[in-house]
């Protein structure tokens, strides 16, 4: 059986590597005595799937893990008994499960929600017009390294999908979030040319249909 877990990823736990989360996860599940199916071949490893990874020292409240089991059990009772081998920061928000047949986290998710808080106070009209000239903008350049270690640009004005102002004020984010392409937050606020510094979290993660946003927890198919 396949289940999706859906969790928070807050205070020091912000600070864990992709390869440490890893370890962190399969240490938690083999003491929760979970029956987690190995894949095949010379080097056999834990059935785990990660959602979009998350930049070092970013927090996020819904980071999603899908994991086989060798064995059926229940959802209810796998979140109570995994949560207690996790550390503080680590927190379990659901566990369900979904079809075998069922696409992998990185191949449904497409858009990523930030919020950003301002440490120091901000003037709300001149974010205002900073955000309404961003996204008048028929194209936001930003420098990136290669894989290849050299520098590139790349246009990223079209994942930027919405850019909104709440009273406090924060600012809410859509962003694409994909196989073929990711923008990230952090551009956004350079384009923004905004020095006072922020606090970054991520809200959520989304499969676009249509009009409509779906949490991975609600995609079977």
């Not at 440490?119 to 390294?145: C, F, G, I, N, Y």
């Not at 290849?148 to 790349?154: E, F, L, S, T």
């Not at 709440?166 to 809410?172: K, N, Q, R, T």
Request: with cysteine.
């Amino acid at each position: 059986m396949r289940l999706r877990i859906k969790y928070s990823k807050t205070g020091q736990m912000a600070f864990l590597g992709h390869l440490e989360m890893l370890r962190l996860w399969q240490r938690a599940m083999r003491r929760a005595g979970l029956p987690v199916a190995m894949s095949q071949g010379f080097n056999p490893h834990p059935r785990l799937a990660f959602g979009p990874a998350l930049a070092l020292g970013l927090e996020s409240l819904a980071e999603y893990l899908d994991v086989e089991l060798a064995a059926d059990r229940e959802p209810d009772r796998v979140q109570v008994e995994l949560q207690a081998q996790l550390p503080p920061g680590l927190e379990i928000l659901l566990v369900r499960t979904i079809p075998d047949q069922a696409p992998a986290l990185t191949a449904v998710i497409d858009v990523a929600a930030y919020r950003v808080t301002w440490l120091e106070k901000v003037d709300p009209v001149l974010l205002q017009q900073r955000v309404e000239s961003l996204l008048a903008r028929q194209e936001v350049l930003v420098r990136r390294t290669g894989r290849d270690g050299r520098p590139r640009v790349k246009d990223i004005r079209p994942g930027i999908l919405k850019l909104v102002l709440d009273p406090s004020p924060d600012l809410v984010m859509l962003l694409q979030c994909s196989q073929t392409g990711s923008v990230r937050p952090e551009e956004v606020l350079k384009a923004l040319a905004l020095e006072a510094p922020a606090r970054m979290v991520r809200t959520g993660l989304f499969a676009r249909r249509g009009d409509d946003l779906l949490a991975p927890e609600d995609i079977s198919g």
